[in-house]
Each structure stands twice: as C-alpha cells, then as structure tokens.
C-alpha cells in the first residue's frame, strides 16, 4: 500500500524558512511527478510547487522565488524548501503523487 506523509510543519514568524518533507512508502518517487499543494482557512486548494519526472519544476507567482522544490529518490523523499514566510502561506500543506496523498502538515505564519 502506498502511504505519503508530510512532515517539518510548525508555527513560525513572518520572515522565517522552513523545509517541508514528504515521504513514500510502497513506492518511491522515482517516474512519476510530485506536487506540493495547500490549503488556507476558509479558501480552495491552491497548487504550490511540482516536481516533474523529469525533475523539472514549476510554481505559480505566489510562491515563486521564495518555495524550492527538491526531490530525493533514493530517500524516498521530496522537499519543500520556504523562504521569506508570511501570513499569507498559513495553511496545510500536502504532497501528491500519482493519485495520493498525505495527510497534510500545517504551517500557521505569524505576523
């Protein structure tokens, strides 16, 4: 069975980084694309980075130039790397791969 599990949440200020980590187990990462998306309170679910099989990335200009997306196939492991955090990325933060996901990790910015 194929599980992701996202890790590296927590509260921080406005202005800090964090590394988010989304793991596989039953599969690795290895061929297939892996999306990072996120969900804010009260507001649809927003894309936020992806990592393509062919390692290419994509963002959208909410997040461009401050998120870094990496991934780790022989860990089993994709990163989200954040920089130059603000209210406005408070949310939970999931991984996709194929048709799964993880259970989301928060990460509540505070101003």
């Known amino acids: 069975q194929v599980q992701l599990l996202e890790s590296g949440g927590g509260l921080v200020q406005a202005g800090a980084s964090l590394r988010l980590s989304c793991s596989a187990s039953?599969?690795?990462?290895?061929?297939?694309?892996v999306t990072w998306y996120r969900r804010a309170p009260g507001k649809e679910r927003e894309f936020v980075a992806v990592?393509?099989?062919?390692?290419?990335?994509y963002y959208p200009n909410s997040v461009k130039g401050r998120f870094t997306i990496s991934r780790d196939d022989s860990q089993e492991t994709v990163y989200l790397e954040m920089t130059s955090l603000n209210p406005e990325d408070t949310a939970m933060y999931y991984c996709?791969?194929?048709?799964?996901w993880g259970p989301g990790t928060q990460v509540p910015v505070s101003s």
């Open positions: 996709h791969m194929d048709h799964y």
């Open positions: 039953g599969r690795t990462f290895s061929g297939y694309p």
């Open positions: 990592s393509t099989k062919s390692d290419q990335t």
